[in-house]
């Protein structure tokens, strides 16, 4: 394929995501903070550069994967970064979840160096990572999508690549994504904490749930977590602690009440505070649980 592909992140996300890339027959260049992973994918095929710069040096479109806004500016802007060794014409794609005035700010950089940027958040956790199956929302211009596009098909469900508007609004679509998801996190756990307390089985309640209009898919994987207790991190408290404060500024950008994410918010806060940062998110359950005085 003529396109050679530079993959930044090689974490619980990125890892897997890099990984289909080489399965559908791309030429990937890596690098990451930890050589661990590094070494994994080059023996699956793909080539290591020690730096985000040499990643830009040897590819055409660079895919970042990262935690956070402050990662992100520091893998393109940083001394060593994507923007100090990019080619023209070189198309950036930034699959983290930042804030969105910072997806805005780096693609105006972008475009000052000769390049493109899109901002391309994902929603499906490990297991969209792992199967290729992820949702992908995408704000920039739209010839660069269509480049990007048989890129992002490796990595995500076709169906599900959407390209939203311009830059910024991928990550603006993400926002509400995290806002849907926590409130029906909370509201899961506060029915499962329900039937506890009355002494009904919670797991016979989400069967029949699952088969009406209170169906979700949080109710189903996060579902079955908090009810086999399973809080192995798929995506971290600490990251949806940072994606709901991203949530919370957008907001206020943007003068819009969101009084039920400010509840999840606070649930979420509770969680870190009782040492759970490294615990699945579908753990806020268990302040709720402990809320009722329940077991968690």
């Known amino acids: 394929m003529s396109e050679r592909i530079g993959f930044i992140g090689l974490g619980v996300m990125g890892k897997p995501m890099a990984r289909n890339l080489l399965a559908r027959g791309f030429r990937v260049v890596v690098s990451s903070r930890s050589r661990g992973p590094v ?15 040499a990643v830009a040096r040897h590819s055409t479109i660079i895919i970042t994967m990262v935690p956070d806004s402050p990662d992100v500016e520091a ?14 014409g070189s198309l950036i794609v930034d699959t983290s979840t930042i804030a969105p005035a ?36 995408i704000g920039g211009e739209a010839a660069a999508v269509e480049r990007a596009r048989p890129v992002l098909e490796a990595m995500g469900n076709a169906e599900r690549i959407v390209h939203i508007g311009a830059s910024g609004s991928g990550q ?40 009406g209009f209170a169906s979700s898919r949080v109710l189903d994987a996060h579902g079955e977590r908090i009810l086999n207790g399973n809080y192995v991190p798929g995506f971290r408290t600490k990251l949806f602690a940072k994606d709901l ?16 994410a400010a509840v999840v918010q606070q649930l979420v806060s509770a969680l870190m505070a009782a040492g759970q940062s490294d615990a699945d998110y579908s753990a806020l359950a268990t302040v709720l649980f402990d809320l009722a005085g329940l077991e968690s």
């Open 39 to 53: 070494d994994e994918l080059v023996a699956a095929g793909a080539e290591a550069a020690d730096t985000p710069a």
């Open 102 to 137: 910072v997806a805005r700010r780096l693609a105006a950089r972008a475009t000052d160096l000769g390049s493109a940027m899109l901002d391309a958040p994902v929603s499906g956790g490990e297991v969209g990572a792992i199967n290729a199956s992820l949702s992908i929302m």
């Open 245 to 260: 404060g991203i949530a919370a500024d957008t907001l206020a950008e943007y003068q819009t009440p969101a009084p039920v």
């Open 75 to 88: 893998v393109l802007e940083g001394p060593d970064g994507v923007f100090a060794a990019m080619k023209p």
């Open 172 to 211: 603006l679509c993400k926002v509400c994504n995290q806002m849907v998801i926590g409130g029906t996190l909370a509201a899961v756990s506060e029915a499962f904490a329900l039937a506890r307390k009355a002494g009904v089985d919670p797991a016979r309640v989400r069967t029949v749930l699952l088969g």
